[in-house]
């Protein structure tokens, strides 16, 4: 009996063993056929599986028959799945983080964002502000350490560093074709006209601090036309009359008060003054005093140099004087030593240079028939001592008049005989260098006028076609 038990076991386990090989065989034959099905195998020790050593699906499995679940080995079978490109756009317009400490002297805005920046523009770990907008701030005739920019008449400066400013504006009154002339100028191109704004009797420009444009118009009775927007589409913003102004050949802002002398068209020596011109809260001007120490009817052109508070008149007549004035903070005025000689002939034009001298346009000679060609050159101290300092000539000077300094610090002169601009580059001594010349759209005729006074402030004016006037 147990024998037969025996033999019944032993039979039912060869069975058993005979299905386990057939079970393992149709298994291998399946996994022969599908290699690819199987994600992951043994019990995942090199982390196989679901990417494989190589980012694909996943291995086949090698199986060898010992029923234990194959070996722990993944070869990856070839991955035929194409690389997925990023094809997105990168997001490029997007504020770029500078680091802007004010001890880094590095600018602290959003790229491409039109706002003031601060960059250091004299190398001396601090942030030196530039302004790049069209509402631009101007200081009507401040003068910094480390860069410059004026008009003679009504001269506006900023701290700039060489090469920041890459366009100025100039503006150009001529009061024989009642216009104001627009001019966009770079340093190494052309200047581009880009408006003519109407105005009667133009004659002398200046812009206050807050941006706006002020015209001296030569008349007896003189008025002052103002204009908002004078980089965009000018817009008109009334006139001042009646406070006092006789023809008025110049203008410029002392502080935040507009400085307005007296002239007569014959250059008399008849007693003239000055008129002080002040604003209140919403911009309304009115007369808050007078200078009358020195002050003719030959009144011609005037500069003012902000640093060491110089103020100083041209006379056009003889004997050829520049007066000379300190101005205190109240604005009370004294009159210094009056600059003579050093070549001076009908001295006209004015403006104090970024490093502080005294440039003096001579617009004749001693010979009627003979225009002058010069620009002479004054040192001022501390304490308001002038030195000569030679002369500028050549380059197509022609009875030379309106005198101001570009951003980058070229010298532009306005020839009343010619019509014409001649511009001056200085090197590290201030030596000057002829920069070429440029002949304008306006009228001129020497001695009756036409072009005279100019301005340039910072920033590119827009190209229009028409403007508007006062």
């Not at 079970?23 to 195998?41: E, F, H, R, Y």
């Not at 690389?83 to 590095?106: F, K």
């Not at 191109?189 to 704004?197: G, N, Q, R």
Request: hydrophobic fraction near 40%; proline fraction near 5%.
């Amino acid at each position: 009996m147990v024998r037969a038990l025996l033999t019944l076991t032993l039979n039912l386990l060869k069975r058993i063993a005979d299905m386990t090989d057939r079970t393992a065989c149709a298994l291998a034959l399946v996994l022969s056929a599908m290699p690819l099905l199987l994600v992951g195998c043994s019990s995942g020790a090199n982390n196989g599986g679901t990417g494989g050593s190589g980012g694909g699906t996943g291995g086949a499995m090698n199986y060898d028959g010992s029923g234990t679940g194959g070996a722990k080995q993944d070869v990856g079978a070839p991955d035929t799945v194409g690389v997925a490109l990023d094809t997105a756009p990168v997001g490029s317009d997007v504020a770029l983080p500078i680091d802007t400490a004010s001890t880094a002297g590095i600018l602290d805005a959003s790229v491409g964002l039109d706002v003031s920046t601060r960059i250091d523009t004299a190398n001396d770990s601090t942030s030196d502000q530039i302004v790049d907008a069209p509402t631009t701030v101007f200081d009507g005739g401040a003068t910094v350490a480390d860069g410059s920019l004026g008009s003679e008449a009504g001269g506006t400066s900023t701290e700039v560093g060489a090469g920041i400013a890459g366009t100025a504006t100039l503006f150009i009154p001529d009061d024989l074709d009642n216009v104001i002339y627009r001019y966009n100028i770079t340093p190494d191109a052309d200047p581009v006209l880009t408006a003519t704004i109407p105005n009667n009797l133009a004659y002398a420009p200046a812009v206050r601090s807050t941006g706006e444009l002020f015209v001296a118009n030569y008349l007896q009775a003189g008025t002052v036309s103002r204009f908002l927007s004078p980089l965009g589409n000018p817009i008109a913003n009334g006139t001042i009359a009646n406070v006092g102004i006789i023809y008025p050949d110049t203008m410029l802002f002392v502080d935040d008060e507009l400085w307005v002398p007296n002239t007569a068209p014959d250059c008399s020596t008849g007693a003239a003054s000055l008129v002080r011109l002040g604003f209140d809260s919403q911009g309304n001007a009115s007369a808050v005093g007078t200078v009358t120490s020195g002050l003719i009817g030959a009144n011609r052109g005037m500069a003012w140099g902000p640093t060491t508070r110089d103020l100083f008149i041209s006379q056009c007549n003889t004997p050829y004087t520049i007066q000379h004035y300190r101005v205190a903070s109240d604005h009370s005025v004294t009159m210094l030593t009056p600059i003579t000689g050093n070549g001076i002939y009908n001295p006209a034009g004015m403006v104090v240079a970024p490093w502080g001298e005294l440039l003096v346009s001579n617009e004749g000679t001693a010979s009627s028939a003979v225009h002058g060609s010069s620009i002479l050159r004054f040192l001022i101290d501390a304490q308001g001592n002038v030195t000569p300092n030679g002369a500028i000539t050549g380059n197509g000077m022609d009875s030379p008049w309106g005198l101001a300094f570009t951003p980058w610090g070229e010298l532009i002169a306005c020839n009343n005989a010619a019509g014409t601009l001649s511009r001056f580059t200085f090197n590290a001594a201030h030596a000057a260098t002829p920069n070429g010349t440029f002949q304008l759209v306006a009228h001129h005729v020497l001695l009756v006028s036409g072009t005279a006074a100019i301005a340039i402030v910072p920033g590119a004016s827009t190209m229009i076609q028409t403007d508007g006037g006062g």
